[in-house]
Nanobody, 117 residues
Framework: QVQLVESGGGLVQPGGSLRLSCAASGSIFSIYAVGWYRQAPGKQRELVAHITNSGISNYEDSVKGRFTISRDNAKNTVYLQMNSLKPEDTAVYYC???????????WGQGTQVTVSS
């Protein structure tokens, strides 16, 4: 069992930056792959960044070059550094941790990111 808590969201102006954190407790976090998802009002939840348990990352096209996902297994935390934020990045951001090739998957409660002037 894993408990996930996201933090770091808030209101930022276009062009600004935020760093989201996903802190895990309750299990050996290093074996989990982690994804950051977002869901804007009236839209489906979408995967924006993903990092494997070995540290390989990939990104949705609209955030490539602006967002960076990283993990610190010693701190049981995954980060999402978001730069050059745009109004269309406004959404609730969720982290998801799962064990590859298993049915074990866990979600955090989400953190609101609002990009507006």
């Amino acid at each position: 069992q894993v408990q996930l808590v996201e933090s770091g969201g808030g209101l930022v102006q276009p062009g600004g930056s935020l760093r989201l954190s996903c802190a895990a407790s309750g299990s050996i976090f290093s074996i989990y792959a982690v994804g950051w998802y977002r869901q804007a009002p009236g839209k489906q939840r979408e995967l924006v960044a993903h990092i494997t348990n070995s540290g390989i990352s990939n990104y949705e096209d609209s955030v490539k070059g602006r967002f960076t996902i990283s993990r610190d297994n010693a701190k049981n935390t995954v980060y999402l550094q978001m730069n050059s934020l745009k109004p269309e990045d406004t959404a609730v951001y969720y982290c998801n941790a799962y064990i590859p090739r298993s049915t074990l998957t866990f979600w955090g409660q989400g953190t609101q990111v609002t990009v507006s002037s």
